[in-house]
């Protein structure tokens, strides 16, 4: 099923006062929407990412983060990639929450294939959104640019459970370039290297996700 698509520019989506430090540029950024969800984004919005190739622990993690952030009214954005990615999307929507799915594909593409009933139901109760229109090459700059997009709609970044030189990373450092706070699960991350740069720049270990929540902007319901 192809779905209804609408356009929006990113300062539209997270509203004035979540893109005042952003340039023109990137204010207007078009973005192809599909799906429910008010415009501006309802708050606070999160960004959960992590690996693809997840392991055991860190899916469970991902899982009750998601939950507990969904039931304290809390939208879960991610990037619909295969590993902890779905398992946020899955879980806010098994929790009744609202989630936010960005795109490093055309909204008419689904990428990874398995995940093509997810993005349905995102599409129809949630939203999905993408900068790259129809027809669009997927290509791996564009995970990279989505990286950046996810950062800007979004208040906060959790890391629950990456490896060097992953997409996550660089997800990271554009958060902490915006000035956003980046926090990163302790238990499955304290022992690798790549963490030690990131709490010089500013971001910060946790382990219990009540320490996120109360450190957010007021909550702005869904209807």
């Not at 192809?32 to 993690?61: D, F």
């Not at 129809?124 to 995970?143: C, D, M």
């Not at 030690?196 to 320490?211: N, S, Y």
Request: aromatic content about 6%; overall charge positive; charged content about 15%.
């Amino acid at each position: 099923m192809i779905p209804k698509i609408y356009h929006s520019t990113l300062a539209d989506l997270a509203g004035p006062k979540d893109t005042k430090t952003l340039s023109d540029k990137d204010k207007k950024l078009r973005l192809y929407c599909a799906g429910r969800l008010p415009i501006p984004l309802p708050t606070p919005r999160v960004a959960i990412v992590g690996s693809r190739k997840a392991s055991p622990k860190g899916t469970t993690a991902a899982y009750l983060i998601s939950q507990y952030l969904a039931e304290h009214h809390i939208l879960v954005a991610s990037g619909l990639a295969e590993g902890i990615d779905t398992t946020a999307h899955k879980a806010t929507i098994e929790t009744h929450g609202h989630t936010l799915a960005v795109l490093a594909t055309p909204i008419d593409q689904v990428y990874p294939q398995k995940n093509y009933g997810l993005q349905q139901v995102i599409i129809q109760n949630h939203l999905a959104v993408s900068q790259f229109p129809s027809g669009t090459q997927i290509k791996p700059e564009n995970f990279l640019q989505r990286n950046q997009t996810l950062a800007q709609l979004t208040h906060t970044s959790i890391i629950i459970e990456a490896k060097q030189q992953s997409g996550s990373l660089n997800h990271a450092r554009h958060t902490l370039k915006l000035g956003h706070p980046l926090y990163i699960y302790h238990p499955l991350n304290q022992n690798q290297p790549w963490t030690k740069p990131l709490i010089t720049a500013g971001a910060v270990f946790f382990t219990d996700p009540k320490d996120i929540t109360e450190k957010l902007p007021n909550n702005s319901k869904t209807a």
